[in-house]
């Protein structure tokens, strides 16, 4: 609604959108003899007649907004729909197809009478569109718990609003009206885009997610098709219909993203939460925030280091080194491109032969790459050579085999050629439509390996945490650091032999004192 009109209830209207004014107008539909009841200032009406080329006679009490809404209708009547009376006004009309009244009866003493005048004018076949505003939206509960119900010039608590309605209440008015209701739509709106936003984000999670189970808590307007109760068809119960949003979804949560580091809602529509359960605000998924979480945790310098990323995503983590690190460094695999080299807007990198120098990298992330590599161990003794001390490498890879012994599916031969050990599994690759071949099923061994490989420890963070966002399947942090100084410990020997020769000056120990843990 534009409030920078002169008169407040004129407003433009994008047919496209889900909003009621546009929901009004599509089911009215085409070629319709309408009457808009309280029409205002014809913002309705005049989409009536332009793009639906209906026949509009038009129903007003302001002289400023009738002389607005007058070239949209063939005749306009100046009445008060608090007077029982204003139905003659309109004797020696015909009756009507269509009566429209948008957000007009919360604003009568007795809405059931004006139902009931409205179905006294409509043809036998005739149709009352209507929209009202639902007072138990969550933002209005948030006020409440803030005690406050303070009316303002527009919304939800327009001060010039004399009724107010709850679905059931809806519900009931047209049945006691003689009327049954054959289509509804609920317009959804988040709390956190109402105008009593302020009060909704002051919320806690707890009262939030308690909230959340208001199975209508998201509508923030009801727009109905109804009929006279002798015409044919079945009647619309309100209270059986979907409410939209995170009402419709498998899971939903009101939490705190750390890739766009904000309070936001995550929703799940589908069981497989590791790659369905979003942020409304950034789209990041589940690894992406355990990701962003362990990056701040344990390296919270991030921002004025050196940090290289493999196979960045437009989202999440990737986003958020794009836009907060002084110095970030993305880089994607292109085979038979030199790494070092720029290919397709890209510097090509691969992780089995950086180009970087020596100790020139002081974070390398890595979100499911690994799993893609055929010679993982090159790509950690890679890793090792050119972080610089104190560096790590926090990446992500399904570990699916867990306590099981990681499963190699895919090498390659003497010639190049890919040997399949195991049925072929694709995963989604950022420059590659082909996708990318997983070549290896990891498990918890992958610590043992990266050592083996590198000489580096490695620890699993395995994080969930629904106030951030971070439940999911296969979503564990790994975190890979290489020592302030080599000469603080011996470097243990594979086997039973592993002895560290001081436990406090070990590849963590830095880390344990900065971070006091």
């Given amino acids: 609604m534009n409030l920078e009109n002169s008169h407040i209830y004129e407003y433009g209207v994008d047919l496209s959108s889900d909003c009621a004014p546009a929901r009004v107008v ?7 003899r309408v009457l808009d009841v309280g029409a205002g200032a014809g913002s309705i009406s005049k989409l009536l007649q332009e793009v639906g080329h209906c026949r509009v006679t038009g129903l007003e009490i302001n002289k400023e907004a009738i002389k607005k809404l007058s070239p949209y209708c063939e005749r306009v009547y100046e009445a008060d729909l608090n007077d029982s009376a204003w139905p003659e006004l309109l004797a020696d009309e015909d009756p009507f197809e269509v009566l429209v009244a948008a957000d007009v009866l919360e604003h009568v003493y007795d809405p059931q009478a004006v139902l009931k005048a409205m179905l006294s004018l409509a043809a036998k076949d005739g149709q009352l569109v209507i929209s009202l505003p639902h007072i138990a939206h969550n933002a209005i509960l948030a006020s409440l ?3 406050d119900f303070e009316y303002r010039d527009w919304g939800l608590l327009d001060r010039t609003h004399l009724r107010f309605f709850g679905i059931k209440n809806i519900q009931k008015l047209f049945e006691s009206a003689g009327l049954k209701i054959v289509d509804a739509q609920f317009v959804i709106i988040p709390s956190e885009e109402t105008e009593f936003s302020e009060k909704w984000n002051s919320l806690s999670y707890e009262l939030k997610n308690i909230l959340q189970k208001n199975r209508f808590g998201e509508v923030y307007q009801v727009v109905i098709k109804a009929v006279s109760k002798e015409q044919e068809g079945a009647a619309i119960n309100l209270m059986t219909l979907s409410a939209g949003l995170m009402n419709d979804s498998v899971f939903a949560n009101y939490g705190y993203c750390y890739c ?10 589908d069981n497989w939460f590791r790659d369905y359960y979003i942020c409304s605000e950034c789209g990041s998924i589940p690894r992406e925030r355990a990701l962003a979480w362990s990056m701040d945790k344990f390296f919270p310098d991030w921002r004025q280091a050196t940090v290289h990323e493999s196979s960045p995503v437009p989202r999440g983590v990737s986003e958020k080194l794009k836009q907060h690190c002084n110095h970030y460094i993305a880089s994607q695999y292109f085979p038979g491109i030199e790494s070092g080299e720029e290919h397709q807007g890209w510097r090509c990198e691969n992780l089995e032969a950086l180009s970087f120098a020596d100790n020139s990298i002081d974070l390398h992330i890595s979100q499911d790459v690994i799993e893609h590599l055929f010679n993982p161990d090159l790509a950690f003794q890679e890793i090792a050579r050119t972080l610089r001390p104190g560096g790590m490498h926090i990446f992500t890879v399904p570990l699916v085999k867990k306590g099981s012994a990681s499963e190699i599916c895919a090498e390659l031969g003497e010639d190049g050629t890919v040997e399949h050990l195991l049925e072929p599994e694709y995963h989604g690759n950022p420059v590659s439509e082909q996708g990318a071949l997983v070549t290896r099923r990891w498990g918890y061994d992958i610590c043992d390996y990266i050592f083996k490989s590198s000489g580096l420890f490695t620890r699993i963070i395995h994080l969930d945490a629904l ?4 439940r999911a399947e296969y979503i564990e942090v790994l975190v890979t650091v290489k020592p302030l100084a080599r000469a603080d410990y011996t470097v ?9 020769k001081n436990p406090d000056c070990g590849p963590f120990a830095w880390l344990k004192a900065k971070l006091k843990i």
Avoid at 26 to 32: A, C, D, I, T
């Fill in 492 to 500: 243990p020997e594979p086997g039973p032999a592993k002895q560290i």
């Fill in 467 to 470: 106030e951030w966002g971070i």
């Fill in 260 to 269: 766009c580091d904000q309070a936001v809602r995550f929703t799940a529509d």
């Fill in 26 to 32: 599509r089911m009215v539909g085409q070629n319709k």
């Fill in 145 to 147: 718990l803030d005690e």
